[in-house]
């Protein structure tokens, strides 16, 4: 691992010589102090994103383990490869806030940020002296942001709950014709988007008004836009099969499987692109069956057994250039291969073997810069010395374990 001094400029080798490299151009956020409180996947990307942004994120990790993801499996170098890749660029600090000290040790670094961000579910921060009537008292410009699955409110605010919990019930998995466990963590990166959306907009307002702002962030909230259209149908029309036409329903928008068992996606949704496709396959008939209810389960079968004919890589031969919203479905692993993502220079690999992925968040003329993510504790010094802190403050706070 590099020291924090190296840590600022990376040589990347990239996975094909033609990747570009890339440089820190994009600095909106410049001179913008956040905390980090969170742990694991939707407080990481957030603050990834915001990172990104130019904002210098400090992670408070506590004395026990830290952010369990720093041992999440895989291991790069003995640290995890997806805590590696959200925590590019922070810094962390290890702090016991069950310590009166340790929370004291918070209060003053809260005086000089712009904003936190904690996961914890409700009511655990005020245990912590990290609460935002704590926090807002002593920063009243503090923008405090925290995220959990069910919000600060309602029944289920103290239940626990995963990203499948969260989309099981907000109508995104019942839209589905025949619901499946999702391979992408929708509630938690919805989260994450809207979390940071949520700390921009309380940042601007701040601008305004000179007052900070609390963001409550319910995970499952936040992945209730991806089901909004199937809400809306089954609202206006009364008829849980028809908010099915997107979700599994209709010939024309699902999975189909091919002759070496490798899927593809058919998508033509608009008449002009499921013309295209049955033109395409030699089927003119079916043309006029594209949403035609009560044709659907066959078609569905006929269509599926047409892709069984041919192999994927025929069927992307044949259909790609045919203007029917046709794709193969790429493995994680193959997104370093496809064109597109090569093309916006989205995924790369470090010199060190760890995978990253750019924010897909763009400005013009802008670009990020790929610094190595911290080592439990590696800024604890640097940030107490940058707070205020002399080196005798900081003796005494390792003499009783409050920091490390």
Known sequence: MNSAADSIKISFQLPRPHYPRYTLTMNPLDNTRI?????????????????DMGAEVIKVEDPVRGDYARLMPPLIDGMGAFFRSSNRGKKSIVLDLKQDAGQAVLHRLVEQADA??????????????????????INPRLVYCSLSGWGQTGPLAHVSGHDLNYIARNGLLGAELNPQT???????????YVGAMGVLAALL?????????YV??????????????????????????????????????????????????????EMKFWANFCSAVGKPAWIALHTATDHQPDLINEVAKLFRSKSAAEWAQLLEDADCC?????????????????????????AEGVPWM???????DDAIELRSAPKYGEHTREVLLGNGFNEADIVALLETGVIR
């Open 35 to 51: 905390l980090d409180l969170t742990r694991l996947l939707p407080g990481a990307i957030c603050t990834m994103l915001l990172g």
């Open 182 to 192: 999702l391979g992408a963590k929708v509630a938690d990166v919805g989260g994450a």
């Open 205 to 213: 307002q701040r601008e305004r008004s000179g007052r900070g702002d």
């Open 358 to 364: 750019r924010s897909p968040i763009r400005l013009s």
């Open 326 to 350: 046709f794709s193969r479905v790429i493995p994680p692993a193959q997104l370093v291969e496809d064109p597109q993502v090569e093309a916006r220079g989205m995924v790369g690999m470090t």
């Open 116 to 137: 936190l961000i904690e996961g914890f579910r409700p009511g655990v921060t005020a245990r912590l002296g990290a609460d935002y009537e704590t926090l807002r008292a």
């Open 216 to 269: 409550d962030v319910a995970l499952s909230e936040a992945a209730m836009p991806f089901a909004m259209l199937g809400w809306v149908q089954a609202c206006s029309q009364g008829n849980d099969d028809e908010a099915l036409d997107l979700g599994g329903a209709n010939a024309c928008y699902r999975l189909y499987f091919c002759a070496d068992d490798e899927p593809v996606a058919l998508s033509a949704v």
